[in-house]
């Protein structure tokens, strides 16, 4: 097909936004664009019709598009750096943002979704990969004389959508047809041997992933101090709503008790990596990795990127050389509240992972829980005088 101007100048519009920011005005304005693109993709790609892959197409991709690698983990606590070590393996095709399939994408994430839900699907994605948050950008390719990738990601997606049923779990269709299509976009002639996705907090979802029988699973934990603190800092540099430090505190604990429990449930299919050994141990750890995946040694899993180019590994304050991996920090430094906090809600889970956090004493830990409790009121107040009680006559 012939490209149109308009596709051209879309692009144009939206890198001058991306290469000038300008403040919140400009923000919104990048965004408007970035949806008129996406929406214009979709009705191109209606106007052309799906492309369908073959049956021998769809048996060949199915060895593979059955075969995904979850990344999951509590946020900060390294999951983006396996990500980047993992970008360049010849065998691994690396999708490049975050799925949030079961809590971004519910509406597809059923039996039966309907063709708007599927068009929104697919408009979402494209916004994504022109990713106006961090370079690279435009991760489906830029237009050309004869192709639009935008495009051809859309067709792509809504024909492996209908080539997929009756082969795969009918909740699941939407996210295996988005790794088809972009494989059919990006890289149409390699032949990975797994597939790659990493959404943190994804151990929550581990139910309904695992529903794929060949899926595997890699967590990544992190001392709950380090984690905290680095959540911390994210809220006061990009100016976000109040921190909440219980609640961060109680969903750091919940992840590391479900590292746990979901390496018991999967065993072999579940592989559980400690944050500071993958930073201090590189080569050790990628090489558990690698074994656990079972694909070939490589000399690219040993240095960080995002679409083979190089990126910062492991932090997002200071200034990091792309492609080098940072030496850990000192001991985060928390508030007296903050490190109670961590030791009433996460003490006990971290332990299996060597991490030593203080717990307060057993009154303590209920006056915490009880100032800290979500929708505290009259019942919880009651709760709490009635667990101070009980702590006090033993």
């Given at each position: 097909?012939?490209?149109?101007?308009?596709?051209?100048?879309?692009?144009?519009?939206?890198?001058?936004?991306?290469?000038?920011?300008?403040?919140?005005?400009?923000?919104?304005?990048?965004?408007?664009?970035?949806?008129?693109?996406?929406?214009?993709?979709?009705?191109?790609?209606?106007?052309?019709?799906?492309?369908?892959?073959?049956?021998?197409?769809?048996?060949?991709?199915?060895?593979?598009?059955?075969?995904?690698?979850?990344?999951?983990?509590?946020?900060?606590?390294?999951?983006?750096?396996?990500?980047?070590?993992?970008?360049?393996?010849?065998?691994?095709?690396?999708?490049?943002?975050?799925?949030?399939?079961?809590?971004?994408?519910?509406?597809?994430?059923?039996?039966?979704?309907?063709?708007?839900?599927?068009?929104?699907?697919?408009?979402?994605?494209?916004?994504?990969?022109?990713?106006?948050?961090?370079?690279?950008?435009?991760?489906?390719?830029?237009?050309?004389?004869?192709?639009?990738?935008?495009?051809?990601f859309a067709r792509a997606l809504f024909g492996w959508n209908a080539a997929l049923r009756g082969r795969a779990r009918p909740n699941l269709i939407a996210l295996l047809a988005l790794a088809a299509a972009f494989k059919a976009t990006t890289a149409k002639e390699s032949i990975p041997l797994l597939w790659v996705e990493k959404t943190p907090q994804n151990e929550q979802c581990v139910g309904g992933l695992a529903g794929l029988e060949r899926a595997r699973f890699v967590q990544l934990v992190r001392d709950p101090r380090s984690t905290l603190a680095s959540l911390k800092e994210t809220y006061r540099t990009n100016g976000r709503a109040r921190f909440d430090a219980a609640e961060h505190a109680r969903a750091i604990g919940r992840s590391l008790r479900l590292a746990v429990e979901n390496q018991s449930l999967l065993r072999h299919r579940y592989l559980v990596v400690r944050y500071e050994d993958l930073v201090e141990r590189t080569d050790r750890e990628v090489e558990r990795v690698r074994r656990f995946l079972e694909i070939a040694p490589d000399a690219s899993l040993l240095r960080p990127t995002a679409g083979g180019i190089a990126v910062r590994a492991n932090s997002s304050f200071g200034a990091p050389v792309p492609g080098v991996i940072d030496p850990l920090r000192g001991p985060a430094t928390l508030t007296a509240e903050d490190s109670a906090l961590l030791g009433t809600y996460a003490a006990d889970a971290a332990n299996p992972f060597g991490y030593a956090i203080p717990a307060p004493e057993p009154l303590a830990r209920v006056i915490l829980r009880a100032r800290h409790s979500p929708g505290h009121g009259l019942r919880s107040g009651r709760n709490a005088l009635r667990a101070i009680m009980r702590t006090l006559r033993r």
């Open positions: 097909m012939s490209v149109s101007r308009d596709w051209v100048r879309m692009e144009s519009e939206i890198s001058g936004l991306l290469l000038h920011p300008g403040g919140a005005s400009r923000r919104a304005e990048l965004l408007a664009c970035v949806d008129d693109y996406s929406r214009a993709a979709i009705r191109e790609a209606h106007a052309l019709g799906p492309t369908m892959p073959s049956t021998d197409e769809c048996a060949r991709a199915l060895e593979w598009l059955t075969r995904p690698v979850f990344i999951c983990g509590h946020h900060r606590s390294g999951t983006t750096m396996l990500q980047s070590l993992l970008d360049g393996h010849p065998q691994l095709l690396m999708l490049p943002n975050e799925a949030t399939y079961f809590t971004s994408f519910a509406y597809v994430a059923r039996a039966a979704p309907t063709s708007a839900a599927l068009d929104r699907f697919a408009a979402e994605w494209i916004a994504r990969f022109v990713d106006p948050n961090f370079e690279p950008h435009f991760r489906l390719g830029r237009v050309g004389a004869e192709r639009s990738p935008c495009v051809d």
